[in-house]
């Protein structure tokens, strides 16, 4: 059973500050999303990682992934509070082409503090 | 362009009721998914579908039916509603294969009394 772990759980941190979440998960995939959610809202794409190696940047986020660690990161630069929200990685195994589904970590509660 | 649609927006119900949460998509995507997310938590898997006619489960299906007759609509059937349906449900689709990138519906908040 492919299991998706993020850490931490609960984030506070200082505006201006740099931060990295990370997301570990249990068998082979080079497939890996990471999401937002708002209080209360749907859940937002961010990012879409394809290959070892991909890195992606938007504004004051950027994720990347190692396959062969089995690890992706979401590091924030210079937080500011727009940036308060749930972020979720989200993973599908190379095992399931053809059957695909996503199976998504447990989130990242992010709480920008002025 | 509407992306996916999911109705109600919210639903209160009584234990042993039943109903069907609707869904539909209009980027022609092969894929669509059902999740459920508890308060302060993460998405599990109900069911899912691959293409029309074709559904499978996920890590939570008791409770719960489907069915995808066509592409575009994968509705979701409580039959027999129990406390612990008390869940925000996500509809979610994507195109399939080497990209699995979800586009989300706004969600139904569902109460179960």
């Known amino acids: 059973e492919l299991k998706v772990e993020q850490n931490p759980l609960f984030l506070s941190m200082q505006e201006g500050k740099n931060y990295t979440i990370y997301c570990n998960y249990s068998t082979t995939s080079d497939r890996l999303y990471w999401y937002r959610q708002d209080p209360g809202k749907s859940l937002e794409s961010l990012f879409v990682?394809?290959?070892?190696?991909a890195v992606k940047q938007e504004g004051r986020l950027m994720a990347s992934l190692d396959t062969k660690a089995r690890l992706s990161t979401l590091h924030i630069t210079a937080a500011v509070h727009d940036l308060s929200a749930t972020y979720f990685c989200?993973?599908?195994?190379?095992?399931?082409?053809?059957?695909?589904?996503?199976?998504f970590g447990t989130g990242t509660r992010l709480t920008i503090i002025p | 362009n509407a992306g996916v649609t999911q109705t109600p927006k919210f639903r209160i119900l009584k234990i042993g009721q039943s109903m069907t949460l609707q869904c539909a998509q209009d980027m022609n995507h092969n894929y669509m998914y059902w999740y459920r997310q508890d308060p302060g938590m993460g998405l599990k898997l109900i069911y899912y579908?691959?293409?029309?006619?074709?559904?499978d489960k996920g890590e939570v299906p008791n409770g719960y039916n489907v069915s995808r007759s066509t592409t575009e609509d994968f509705p979701l059937r409580l039959e027999l509603a129990a406390p612990s349906q008390t869940s925000v449900y996500f509809c979610?689709?994507?195109?399939?294969?080497?990209?699995?990138?979800?586009?989300f519906g706004q969600g139904t908040r569902l109460t179960v009394v």
């Open positions: 989200a993973v599908d195994p190379l095992s399931n082409f053809g059957n695909e589904k996503l199976t």
């Open positions: 979610a689709s994507s195109h399939g294969g080497m990209n699995t990138e979800a586009f």
């Open positions: 579908s691959v293409g029309a006619g074709i559904t």
């Open positions: 990682l394809l290959s070892n190696g």
